[in-house]
């Protein structure tokens, strides 16, 4: 096994390369040499599974099946199937073989197919915790490497090629080490060397002598590829002996010989289509500033920052994972920079000698990767579905192409409003095919497409599992496509075959320099916070620097000029001619003109009455006449709204768009060329508020009424088809929804939300923020988030997001010191939603946020305890107008944000349950205390706390311990083991309606309750004995009439699951939906007991620690991604197969809506997007 120390403390790269003195010295003599070991695996020298030595003696042996590749050298053919653990074997006894000591090299002619993080091709090797012995040539992912462990360091140095290699090629690599320095050699020349090692090597007192694997006592990771033919000597071989050995027998290998990217300037991110980075221009230093561009609007880039850190596999310090629109990154063909702008969605074009503005292009949605450069035209793809073709020298459209145009639909996507289907690649331009990738969401249709780069014309196009983000890239011959978060991505097409191509460079430079590595001859270029440096190639030495405003993320070379983007929207230029460098800042904001001042006027008081009257100030505003922009204009300075101006007219829709960008609101006012008449393109429920120029002088809005109502938001979205209130249409909610507005949908704890529209298909409806840096860490299992009125309330770290649940706009965000809370299910929830409030307890207090604006407009105060001492607020819930509570010791509630309230919390058996000492209520309108019931015998357990059928319903405990605990906290063996009562009391008076015996006491690890149709459910877990390897999960369940409290039915179940476990499995609510209870795995009527049989749930183990929401119709829950499981049809799909939900419950179907609010914070997995989504169902 290969530890991280080994890594940090021991990777050397080629960057050393230039501090050693390296023997070239190449005499007949030296040559003379031959090899201690060498193997061809051909099949003249094939006996079987053996291949006979060609020297030293010590034939070869695979365990693996024989086969030969039809092309040549026709190798021997490796199928990298680890599990059946192929390799080589040479020997498994050390003692019998001469092996090297004071020196070795090491020679294989290799071909890689696939990557792997470690790879071996030969070696004798033992790397297990601090033990580290032996050598190794090998890879890591797409990195030759050589590992030596000497006697006097007895810790491998893992050597590396600064350089990737392409996979399904040839390459020559020679590891060396002469007693005092190792070096590694690829296709003849030296790549790194390192003094770090000295003294003979030390080898392992036994381990196996391996081809073709990374081979030690616990650890074999399989190659996959070809191997021609391994040597081993026992001495260095010289850099002039290994280059004549390549040249030797490069012949037989075809394509071995690198090809350099024949590209002029820098047409295409990072310079051509292997994204190398190096241009073969020189660049001397030092530079001086030629000019900066100050663009009118920073990069709005689509995902926010990532979590700090993930808790359980304590990785700290996260860096993001996708940062392709962080900054305006430049092409440049050496008279012109061009480069496009998330911001305010155009491409620009600037003399690149002066920095001026030569042109500028308009889309309708954010650009986010930099232009494609190609005889005379600039290709881009947007965020509004379109690939475009724009003449070089004026910026003309030439054409432009979208893959749905035959089913266009529109959604709001990281705060705007784009295609269902953007495009977030870049276009890649080989033999005159443009390829490029439209949507993001696998599930909701990817496609990689190829046009005719002349014409536009589609050539090809098919569907591919993969969220296609970032630069489209050449790989080994074939077309790459990055998937966002996942750095696997996926191979879409096979282009036409060049040659292997010369690797791209991996960064060594210094750690301040994270955001962008290029290179020009003999010079390398680092990108850090507020500077650009320039470093010598060979030797790493500083030799240049200048200073910038923002993170450099973007560096590009041509025509003799670097070019530096920053995150703050700055575009520098640097020459090797000094000059007196200039500043191009935008032109002050230059507000619309207006005929008269009493048009003026007669705009203004109109958008003001229009938004006064609507209640609307945020979200999304559909414009669909339009007139000179005045209305869209004014409403832009009066409220928050973001604005769509739909515009038949193209000659009109140009002229909008540069009033709009002169007055500063390109990005916020966007004008669509669409027909306003006839049927929109965007998807339902998206707008808040609709109206028309033509309002402003008493006239009537165009369009069909039920098209705009379609669009329209419900339950307050306003569209204004004339000035007279009869022609106001205030939309109102959609029937059958359901809501969420408890941790588990209700008081009634039920977790359904009794949603009839939720189920079947689903259609993205809108993503984007909150994302993961301010919320709770996943593994903490916090609370749900809730919906109430169209609004959707989500709990972040010691802070509330309110959001439209419609459209995604962010509402508010309210920021509240210690109201975190994890373990939750071991608890209870500290938010409830009611109308027009959402009410949030932290400490010995309950506010009572207004859901609209975030403040608090009252404050309850957790009622005095018997004891006098401070309680704090635990238990929130809002039913009819009462708002019920419950107090707890102060700290009881969980609150720690690390591994170890992960520990103590969220995971595993016997945790201790939160407790309360007594519950009470208000009257919510007069925030008058109503009553409070004082628990004398033993405390409640929160989790059990329920209310429904005008009755709140709890475990007390008759262990007068428990309460007396200062904790607040207790097992359940200890709530429990001397017997509970299960108590109702009048939900209004606080008055106990009846007290039984609690049934559940064997319960260990959870005990829920919940209500529906006069029925109780109590459910508890536990063990079935303490054998790790036999005992089972055993849930225990219990039903009672809520009237008399009399025991209706119980049953136990075997949840056939490992004890301890650490997904969950002992922590699982039960669901009601309708008349039917659902202990996952099985199904019960609720009345009888009746086991439901066949009822279609054969998942088994889910792959996920959360536990299920549910419908009307459906079950929500994570198996792995998102998923729903239809009741009636029994089917299983996954909502996405990009990101993964949260580890309790996030998943919300509620408002017509399936709701996925960020949850999976501090995930470090290879999920490729993490943010906040809604969708739509479609059948």
């Not at 609507?614 to 007139?627: A, H, Y």
Request: aromatic share 10%.
């Amino acid at each position: 096994m290969m530890p991280a120390r080994s890594l940090r403390r021991s990777f050397n790269s080629g960057a050393a390369v230039a501090l050693l003195t390296i023997a070239t010295a190449f005499s007949p003599a030296n040559a003379a040499d031959g090899p201690l070991f060498r193997w061809q695996f051909r099949q003249n020298l094939a006996d079987g599974k053996t291949f006979k030595a060609v020297a030293g003696g010590k034939n070869a042996t695979t365990n693996g099946p024989v086969r030969f590749s039809k092309t040549i050298p026709h190798a021997l053919l490796l199928d990298g199937d680890s599990k059946a653990r192929r390799h080589i074997a040479v020997a498994t006894d050390l003692k019998q073989l001469k092996l090297p000591q004071r020196a070795i090299s090491v020679e294989a002619w290799v071909l890689v197919d696939k990557p792997a993080e470690w790879g071996g091709i030969c070696g004798i090797i033992q790397d297990n915790g601090d033990y580290e012995r032996g050598w190794l040539l090998g890879h890591r992912n797409s990195q030759f490497c050589f590992a030596v462990s000497s006697s006097t360091k007895k810790r491998l140095t893992y050597l590396t090629d600064p350089r990737s290699f392409e996979f399904g090629y040839w390459y020559h690599v020679v590891g060396t080490y002469d007693g005092k320095q190792m070096t590694l050699h690829v296709d003849g020349k030296l790549r790194a060397a390192s003094k770090e090692q000295s003294g003979d090597i030390a080898y392992p007192p036994n381990a196996p002598f391996t081809i073709g694997a990374y081979h030690d006592d616990n650890e074999l990771y399989s190659l996959a590829g070809q191997i021609e033919q391994v040597s081993v000597y026992d001495r260095s071989l010289s850099t002039a002996e290994i280059g004549a050995r390549f040249k030797a027998r490069l012949r037989e290998f075809p394509e071995i010989e690198a090809v350099t990217p024949q590209v002029a300037d820098w047409p295409t991110y990072l310079r051509d289509n292997q994204r190398s980075g190096i241009s073969t221009d020189k660049l001397n230093a030092p530079l001086h500033a030629a000019w900066v561009y100050r663009s009118r609007h920073p990069p709005q880039p689509a995902w926010p920052a990532p979590a700090k850190q993930n808790f359980w596999h304590k990785k700290y310090n996260l860096k993001p994972r996708v940062i392709y629109d962080r900054a305006y990154h430049v092409v440049s063909d050496g008279n012109a920079a061009y480069f496009a702008s998330s911001a305010d969605d155009k491409v620009y074009c600037l003399d690149a000698t002066t920095g001026g503005e030569k042109w500028s292009f308009f889309t309708e949605g954010p650009v986010r990767l930099a232009p494609t450069l190609h005889v005379g035209k600039v290709l881009f793809g947007s965020d509004d579905g379109h690939v475009y073709c724009l003449n070089s020298a004026n910026g003309s459209l030439m054409w432009k192409y979208r893959h749905d145009a035959a089913e266009e639909r529109q959604i709001a996507g990281n705060g705007r409003v784009i295609s269902s289907m953007p495009v977030r690649t870049g276009v890649l331009v080989d033999e005159n095919i443009a390829y490029f990738c439209a949507g993001l969401f696998p599930n909701q249709a990817v496609y990689q497409v190829a046009l005719d780069v002349k014409t536009g014309k589609k050539l090809a196009s098919g569907k591919i599992n993969v969220s296609a983000q970032g630069y489209l890239e050449r790989r080994s011959g074939k077309l790459f496509v990055p998937g966002g978060r996942d750095p696997a991505g996926a191979f879409a097409s096979q282009l036409k075959r060049r040659g292997k191509g010369i690797g791209k460079e991996i960064s060594k430079l210094p750690e301040e320099y994270p955001y962008a590595f290029i290179g020009a001859a003999g010079v390398r270029f680092g990108g850090g916070d507020g500077k650009v440096t320039a470093f010598r190639a060979d030797d790493g030495k500083e030799i240049w620097t200048a200073k910038v405003t923002g993170k450099a993320y973007g560096l590009s070379i041509a025509g003799g000029r670097l070019f530096v983007s920053t995150d703050a929207g700055l575009v520098y230029c640097f020459g090797q001619q000094e000059q007196l460098p200039r500043e191009i800042s935008p032109a002050a904001n230059k507000p619309l003109v207006y005929a008269s001042e009493q048009l003026a006027t007669q705009y203004k008081t109109t958008a003001q009455e229009l938004l006064a009257e609507s209640k609307v100030r945020q979200g999304f505003c559909l414009v669909l006449e339009n007139g000179n922009g005045h209305l869209a204009y004014e409403l832009a300075r009066h409220s928050d709204l973001k604005i769509v101006c739909v515009e038949a007219n193209a000659e009109k829709v140009t002229t909008l768009r540069r009033r709009f960008d002169a007055a500063g609101l390109s990005g916020r006012v966007v004008v669509h060329h669409r027909s306003p008449t006839g049927k929109l393109p965007y998807t339902d429920y998206l707008f808040n508020l609709i109206v028309g120029d033509s309002l402003v002088s008493g006239g009537k809005l165009p369009g069909d009424r039920d098209e705009i109502t379609r669009v329209l938001r419900p339950g307050g979205g306003v569209a204004f088809l004339g000035v007279k209130k009869s022609e106001i249409v205030r939309r109102p909610s959609l029937k059958g929804i359901g809501e969420w507005t408890h941790m588990y949908a209700n008081a009634a704890n039920t977790v359904c939300s009794t949603d009839t529209r939720v189920r079947g298909k689903m259609a993205m409806q809108w993503f984007g923020r909150p994302g993961p840096r301010q919320m709770i860490d996943r593994h903490h299992r916090t609370v749900a988030p809730l919906w109430k009125d169209g609004r959707l309330f989500i709990p972040g770290d010691n802070r509330i997001y309110a959001a439209d649940a419609y459209n995604g706009t962010p509402l508010w965000t309210v920021e509240i010191p210690n109201s975190r809370r994890v373990g939750a299910f071991r608890d209870c929830s500290y938010m409830a939603a009611g109308t027009g409030f959402v009410y949030v307890a932290v400490d010995d207090k309950c506010m009572a946020l207004n859901a609209e604006t975030g403040y608090a407009e009252t404050t309850f105060r957790v009622p005095m305890a018997k004891d006098g001492k401070k309680r704090e607020w635990g238990y929130v819930a809002n039913v009819e107008k009462l708002l019920i509570g419950s107090g707890v010791k102060p700290g009881a509630s969980r609150r720690g944000h690390s591994l170890a309230a992960i520990h103590d919390a969220a995971y595993f058996d016997f945790r201790h349950a939160v407790t309360s000492d007594f519950v009470f209520a208000f009257d919510q309108s007069k925030a008058a205390h109503q009553w409070t019931y004082h628990s004398d015998q033993g405390a409640i357990p929160n989790s059990t706390i329920t209310v429904g059928g005008g009755k709140m319903f709890f475990v007390e405990s008759r262990n007068a311990e428990t309460i007396n605990n200062p904790k607040g906290r207790a097992p359940l063996t200890q709530l429990l083991g001397k017997g509970a009562d299960l108590v109702a009391i009048d939900m209004h008076t606080g008055k106990v309606a009846w007290r039984i015996d609690a049934k559940c006491t064997a319960a260990e690890h959870n005990l829920y309750c919940s209500y529906a149709d006069d029925k109780l459910v109590v459910v508890g877990s536990r063990n079935s004995g303490s054998n790790k390897e036999t005992a089972r999960v055993l849930f225990d369940v219990f039903v009672f009439d809520t009237k008399s409290g009399k025991p209706v039915w119980n049953t136990t179940q075997n949840q056939a699951t490992k004890i301890n476990g650490d997904h969950g499995e002992q922590d699982l609510h039960p669901i009601i939906v309708g008349n039917k209870l659902y202990c996952e795995p099985f199904a019960y009527e609720l009345q009888t007991g009746k086991k439901i049989a066949n009822w279609g749930w054969d998942l088994g183990k889910r792959r996920g620690c959360g536990t299920i929401s549910a419908s009307a119709s459906a079950f929500f829950f994570r198996q792995s991604n998102p998923t729903m499981f239809d009741l009636t049809t029994h089917s299983r799909t996954p909502v996405t197969t990009s990101t993964r939900p949260g580890c309790w419950i996030n998943i919300i179907p509620a408002g017509g809506l399936l709701l996925i609010p960020e949850a999976s914070s501090g995930c470090t997995c290879d999920y490729a997007v993490q943010t906040s989504l809604a969708f739509l169902p479609v059948e």
